[in-house]
Protein backbone atom coordinates (compact mmCIF):
# COMPACT_ATOMS: atom_id res chain seq x y z
CA UNK A 1 0.00 0.00 0.00
CA UNK A 2 2.78 2.19 1.12
CA UNK A 3 4.75 1.21 -2.27
CA UNK A 4 1.02 2.24 -4.11
CA UNK A 5 1.52 5.51 -2.10
CA UNK A 6 4.23 6.73 -3.37
CA UNK A 7 3.74 5.87 -6.61
CA UNK A 8 0.46 7.98 -7.06
CA UNK A 9 2.59 10.82 -5.46
CA UNK A 10 5.43 10.49 -8.03
CA UNK A 11 2.76 10.81 -10.86
CA UNK A 12 0.87 13.60 -8.97
CA UNK A 13 4.12 15.79 -9.42
CA UNK A 14 4.72 14.53 -12.77
CA UNK A 15 1.85 15.95 -13.93
CA UNK A 16 1.66 19.20 -12.02
CA UNK A 17 5.42 19.85 -13.32
CA UNK A 18 4.64 18.41 -16.94
CA UNK A 19 0.95 18.82 -18.20
CA UNK A 20 -0.24 16.27 -20.65
CA UNK A 21 -0.65 18.39 -24.30
CA UNK A 22 -3.52 18.05 -25.89
CA UNK A 23 -3.12 16.92 -30.00
CA UNK A 24 -2.93 20.00 -31.94
CA UNK A 25 -5.93 20.80 -33.86
CA UNK A 26 -5.92 22.36 -37.42
CA UNK A 27 -9.78 23.39 -37.18
CA UNK A 28 -10.15 26.29 -36.92
CA UNK A 29 -12.48 27.99 -33.95
CA UNK A 30 -13.93 30.09 -32.98
CA UNK A 31 -14.06 31.83 -28.96
CA UNK A 32 -15.65 34.79 -28.00
CA UNK A 33 -13.15 37.23 -26.45
CA UNK A 34 -9.95 35.77 -27.59
CA UNK A 35 -6.99 36.55 -29.68
CA UNK A 36 -8.37 33.54 -31.66
CA UNK A 37 -11.23 35.29 -33.45
CA UNK A 38 -9.72 36.19 -37.14
CA UNK A 39 -11.56 37.60 -39.98
CA UNK A 40 -10.48 34.46 -41.88
CA UNK A 41 -12.66 32.16 -39.42
CA UNK A 42 -15.54 34.39 -40.75
CA UNK A 43 -15.01 34.39 -43.81
CA UNK A 44 -14.86 30.48 -43.76
CA UNK A 45 -18.25 30.27 -41.91
CA UNK A 46 -19.80 32.43 -44.19
CA UNK A 47 -18.93 31.01 -47.51
CA UNK A 48 -20.21 27.64 -45.95
CA UNK A 49 -23.27 29.27 -44.67
CA UNK A 50 -23.64 30.43 -48.72
CA UNK A 51 -22.55 27.21 -49.86
CA UNK A 52 -25.64 25.83 -47.75
CA UNK A 53 -28.47 27.77 -49.16
CA UNK A 54 -26.97 27.71 -52.95
CA UNK A 55 -29.33 25.16 -53.90
CA UNK A 56 -32.01 27.95 -53.02
CA UNK A 57 -31.82 29.79 -55.58
CA UNK A 58 -33.08 27.27 -57.90
CA UNK A 59 -36.08 25.84 -55.95
CA UNK A 60 -36.74 28.92 -54.06
CA UNK A 61 -35.41 32.43 -54.88
CA UNK A 62 -36.97 34.18 -52.78
CA UNK A 63 -36.38 31.98 -49.71
CA UNK A 64 -32.79 32.10 -50.92
CA UNK A 65 -32.54 36.42 -51.12
CA UNK A 66 -33.55 36.13 -47.36
CA UNK A 67 -30.86 34.02 -46.23
CA UNK A 68 -28.51 35.54 -48.33
CA UNK A 69 -28.92 38.80 -47.00
CA UNK A 70 -28.99 37.49 -43.31
CA UNK A 71 -25.71 35.75 -43.90
CA UNK A 72 -24.57 39.14 -45.32
CA UNK A 73 -25.78 41.21 -42.11
CA UNK A 74 -24.30 38.60 -39.74
CA UNK A 75 -20.72 38.55 -41.22
CA UNK A 76 -20.78 41.99 -42.91
CA UNK A 77 -17.64 43.25 -40.50
CA UNK A 78 -15.37 40.17 -41.86
CA UNK A 79 -16.41 39.77 -45.93
CA UNK A 80 -14.64 42.14 -48.33
CA UNK A 81 -18.21 42.45 -50.38
CA UNK A 82 -21.24 42.71 -48.25
CA UNK A 83 -22.80 45.80 -50.51
CA UNK A 84 -26.57 45.10 -51.36
CA UNK A 85 -29.06 46.89 -53.59
CA UNK A 86 -29.84 48.74 -50.90
CA UNK A 87 -26.74 50.24 -50.50
CA UNK A 88 -25.95 50.50 -53.95
CA UNK A 89 -29.09 52.79 -54.67
CA UNK A 90 -31.64 54.87 -53.02
CA UNK A 91 -35.10 53.65 -52.06
CA UNK A 92 -36.93 55.55 -54.86
CA UNK A 93 -34.68 54.00 -57.35
CA UNK A 94 -35.33 50.56 -56.22
CA UNK A 95 -38.87 51.16 -56.01
CA UNK A 96 -39.06 52.21 -59.89
CA UNK A 97 -36.90 49.19 -60.59
CA UNK A 98 -39.42 46.82 -58.85
CA UNK A 99 -42.41 48.42 -60.39
CA UNK A 100 -41.18 48.47 -64.07
CA UNK A 101 -39.93 44.46 -63.49
CA UNK A 102 -43.14 44.06 -62.21
CA UNK A 103 -45.07 45.43 -64.67
CA UNK A 104 -42.60 44.11 -68.20
CA UNK A 105 -42.50 40.54 -66.48
CA UNK A 106 -45.69 39.80 -64.50
CA UNK A 107 -46.20 36.10 -64.22
CA UNK A 108 -42.92 35.48 -65.22
CA UNK A 109 -39.70 33.69 -64.67
CA UNK A 110 -37.32 34.69 -62.06
CA UNK A 111 -34.76 34.37 -64.41
CA UNK A 112 -36.89 36.88 -66.78
CA UNK A 113 -37.16 39.09 -63.98
CA UNK A 114 -33.24 39.18 -63.01
CA UNK A 115 -32.45 39.75 -66.81
CA UNK A 116 -35.26 43.05 -67.03
CA UNK A 117 -33.51 44.16 -64.27
CA UNK A 118 -30.28 43.92 -65.84
CA UNK A 119 -31.53 45.82 -68.67
CA UNK A 120 -32.15 48.80 -66.51
CA UNK A 121 -29.36 48.90 -64.26
CA UNK A 122 -26.81 48.78 -67.20
CA UNK A 123 -28.77 51.70 -68.55
CA UNK A 124 -27.90 53.69 -65.66
CA UNK A 125 -24.42 52.64 -65.34
CA UNK A 126 -24.25 53.90 -69.26
CA UNK A 127 -25.35 57.51 -68.15
CA UNK A 128 -23.56 58.69 -71.56
CA UNK A 129 -27.05 57.56 -73.60
CA UNK A 130 -29.41 57.33 -70.30
CA UNK A 131 -30.15 58.76 -66.99
CA UNK A 132 -27.62 57.72 -64.14
CA UNK A 133 -30.51 56.91 -61.92
CA UNK A 134 -32.76 53.77 -62.09
CA UNK A 135 -36.12 55.91 -61.53
CA UNK A 136 -34.83 58.45 -64.43
CA UNK A 137 -34.20 55.08 -66.80
CA UNK A 138 -37.77 53.73 -66.01
CA UNK A 139 -39.66 56.76 -66.54
CA UNK A 140 -37.72 57.78 -69.85
CA UNK A 141 -41.01 58.31 -72.06
CA UNK A 142 -41.58 55.73 -74.40
CA UNK A 143 -39.01 53.13 -72.88
CA UNK A 144 -40.97 50.74 -69.97
CA UNK A 145 -44.12 49.99 -68.28
CA UNK A 146 -43.85 50.98 -64.57
CA UNK A 147 -47.67 50.97 -63.75
CA UNK A 148 -47.79 47.95 -61.00
CA UNK A 149 -47.34 48.81 -57.81
CA UNK A 150 -48.60 45.40 -55.65
CA UNK A 151 -44.91 43.71 -55.99
CA UNK A 152 -44.12 40.35 -55.90
CA UNK A 153 -41.66 38.69 -53.67
CA UNK A 154 -40.31 37.08 -56.43
CA UNK A 155 -39.76 40.35 -58.47
CA UNK A 156 -37.91 41.78 -54.87
CA UNK A 157 -35.56 38.95 -54.95
CA UNK A 158 -34.82 39.19 -59.00
CA UNK A 159 -34.31 43.17 -58.17
CA UNK A 160 -32.09 41.97 -55.56
CA UNK A 161 -30.42 39.19 -57.40
CA UNK A 162 -29.80 41.14 -60.34
CA UNK A 163 -27.84 44.12 -58.25
CA UNK A 164 -25.42 41.73 -56.89
CA UNK A 165 -24.50 39.30 -59.39
CA UNK A 166 -22.79 38.85 -62.88
CA UNK A 167 -24.71 40.52 -65.69
CA UNK A 168 -27.04 37.50 -67.36
CA UNK A 169 -27.76 39.67 -70.23
CA UNK A 170 -24.22 40.35 -71.62
CA UNK A 171 -25.15 44.15 -71.55
CA UNK A 172 -28.24 44.59 -72.94
CA UNK A 173 -29.63 47.75 -73.16
CA UNK A 174 -32.67 47.13 -74.73
CA UNK A 175 -35.64 44.26 -74.93
CA UNK A 176 -39.11 43.94 -76.35
CA UNK A 177 -41.59 41.12 -77.08
CA UNK A 178 -43.14 39.88 -79.84
CA UNK A 179 -41.43 39.09 -83.37
CA UNK A 180 -37.94 38.84 -82.70
CA UNK A 181 -35.74 41.02 -85.29
CA UNK A 182 -31.92 41.21 -85.53
CA UNK A 183 -31.73 44.56 -84.52
CA UNK A 184 -34.07 46.76 -81.94
CA UNK A 185 -33.23 50.98 -81.97
CA UNK A 186 -30.14 50.55 -83.53
CA UNK A 187 -29.05 47.59 -81.34
CA UNK A 188 -28.16 44.26 -82.39
CA UNK A 189 -29.95 41.06 -81.19
CA UNK A 190 -28.10 39.03 -78.36
CA UNK A 191 -30.93 36.50 -77.44
CA UNK A 192 -34.55 35.66 -76.26
CA UNK A 193 -35.53 34.31 -72.94
CA UNK A 194 -37.12 31.96 -71.22
CA UNK A 195 -40.48 33.49 -71.30
CA UNK A 196 -40.14 35.08 -75.22
CA UNK A 197 -38.41 38.44 -74.48
CA UNK A 198 -35.46 39.74 -76.93
CA UNK A 199 -32.64 40.99 -75.54
CA UNK A 200 -30.51 43.52 -77.91
CA UNK A 201 -27.22 45.39 -77.17
Avoid: W
Wanted: negative net charge; charged residues 20%; hydrophobic residues 40%.
Amino acid sequence: MKQLKRTLFVLIIILTLFPVQAKADDTPHIYAGEAIITKENFQVLAYKEMQRISNLLIIDPVQYMIEYNKILENYRDYLDNTVTIYEMFSSEDIEYLEKCVETETFGGTFLSKVNVAHVIINRAMDDEKFSSTLKGVVTTPGQFQYSKSAIDPLTIAACEYAAITSDTTNGALYFKSGNKTDTFNGATYIFTDDVGHHFYR
